[in-house]
C-alpha cells in the first residue's frame, strides 16, 4: 500500500465509524412508541404516563367537539402504524369505525377497565326518546374511575416500552396519588352543601354527580347539541323554581343560549362547567377539575372545607 492511498483509507474508515458511532442517535426517535389517543383526558393520561416513552397524538383537535368528530384519511391510515390507540368506545362513533378497521391488537378500550352506567334520561316526563338511550361515557369526571383508568393505561404503556416499565410504573403511581388527593378535595369541598342539584346543559356529569352525593339534572340528554323539547325546558324550569336553583350550568363547547335562556327565565346564572371533554385553555385535568370544585363550591353554597 502506498502512502498516497494510506489516508484515504484512514479517512474512510474515519467516516465509516463516524456514522457507526452516530446510528444509534439517529435511531433514538424511532424507538419511541407511537401513541393516539381518542380526546383529551385519554390524551392527558397517555402523555403524562409514557413521558419521554411515546409521541402521543390526540386524535380531537383542541376546540373540536368531540362526539361528533370526523377523522381525516390521514388519520384513519395512520391507526394501522400505531404502538397503541386509547379510545372510549361508544363515545365517538368515528372513531370506533377506524379502530375496528385499522388498529387492530393496538387498540386498548378504556371501557374494559371501567364499565359505563347508563346515562338515559328522558327529555320530557312521561316521554321516551330512543336516541338518548345509551351509556353514559363521562366517566373520567370522577376521579377514582380515572385513576382505575390511570392504572391499565401505565400497564400498557409498561409492557410496549418494557426498558421504561419502571418509569412509566413510577410515574403512573405519582398520577394516581394525585388523583386520590383529588377525589379526596372533592369529598370535603362538597360535603356541606346547601344545595344538591346540579342543573346542566347536558348530561355530562353523572358520574361526578353521584360519587359527591349530587344530583344531576339536565336539560338535554347524552348528545349536547339536541335540542330540548318544550316539555323538557318546561319540567327543568318548574323543578329548578321549587328548589331555588341559582346557577344553571354550561359548557365550553357548546353554544350557552339555552342554559343562558333558562337561568333568565328561573332566576338564576349561567355558569360554565367543564366537562373535559377538550384540552382547557390553560393548565390541565388537574387543574380544571379544581377549577370546577370551585365553580360548583360557589354554584351550591357550600361550607369550606
Known amino acids: 500500500m502506498t502512502r498516497a492511498r494510506l489516508p484515504l483509507l484512514l479517512l474512510a474508515l474515519a467516516l465509516t465509524g463516524c456514522a457507526a458511532d452516530a446510528a444509534p442517535a439517529a435511531s433514538g426517535p424511532a424507538d419511541r412508541l407511537e401513541v393516539a389517543t381518542a380526546f383529551y383526558p385519554l390524551e392527558f393520561l397517555a402523555a403524562r404516563l409514557a413521558g419521554d416513552a411515546a ?72 316521554v321516551e326518546h330512543a336516541d338518548e338511550e345509551g351509556l353514559d361515557p363521562h366517566v373520567w369526571l370522577d376521579p377514582e374511575r380515572f385513576s382505575a383508568l390511570a392504572g391499565a393505561v401505565g400497564a400498557r404503556l409498561g409492557q410496549l416500552a418494557p426498558a421504561q416499565a419502571d418509569a412509566i410504573a413510577a410515574r403512573t403511581e405519582q398520577l394516581r396519588g394525585e388523583l386520590q388527593a383529588l377525589d379526596g378535595e372533592f369529598t370535603r369541598g362538597l360535603a356541606q352543601c346547601e344545595r344538591k342539584e346540579l342543573v346542566t346543559s347536558h348530561n355530562a356529569f353523572g358520574y361526578l354527580a353521584q360519587a359527591y352525593g349530587l344530583e344531576q339534572i339536565s336539560i338535554t340528554g347524552l348528545t349536547p347539541e339536541q335540542e330540548p323539547t318544550p316539555g323538557r325546558l318546561a319540567e327543568v324550569s318548574t323543578y329548578a323554581k321549587q328548589h331555588g336553583v341559582t346557577t344553571i350550568f354550561f359548557e365550553e ?18 355558569v360554565e362547567l367543564s366537562p373535559l371533554e377538550g384540552a382547557p385553555e390553560s393548565g390541565d385535568y388537574l387543574t380544571q377539575m379544581r377549577a370546577n370544585l370551585t365553580t360548583l363550591q360557589t354554584a351550591l353554597g357550600c361550607s369550606p372545607a
Open 55 to 126: 409521541t402521543v397524538e390526540n386524535l380531537t383537535a383542541p376546540g373540536t367537539e368531540p362526539h361528533d368528530l370526523e377523522l381525516t384519511p390521514q388519520q384513519v391510515a395512520r391507526l394501522g402504524e400505531d404502538d397503541l390507540v386509547v379510545y372510549l368506545r361508544g363515545f365517538q362513533p368515528a372513531v370506533d369505525t377506524a379502530v375496528a378497521q385499522q388498529a387492530g391488537d393496538a387498540a386498548f378500550d378504556v371501557t374494559s377497565v371501567s364499565p359505563l352506567q347508563d346515562g338515559y334520561v328522558p327529555l320530557e316526563e312521561g
Open 253 to 270: 363547547l357548546v353554544s350557552p343560549a339555552v342554559a343562558e335562556s333558562l337561568a333568565s327565565e328561573v332566576g338564576a346564572r349561567a
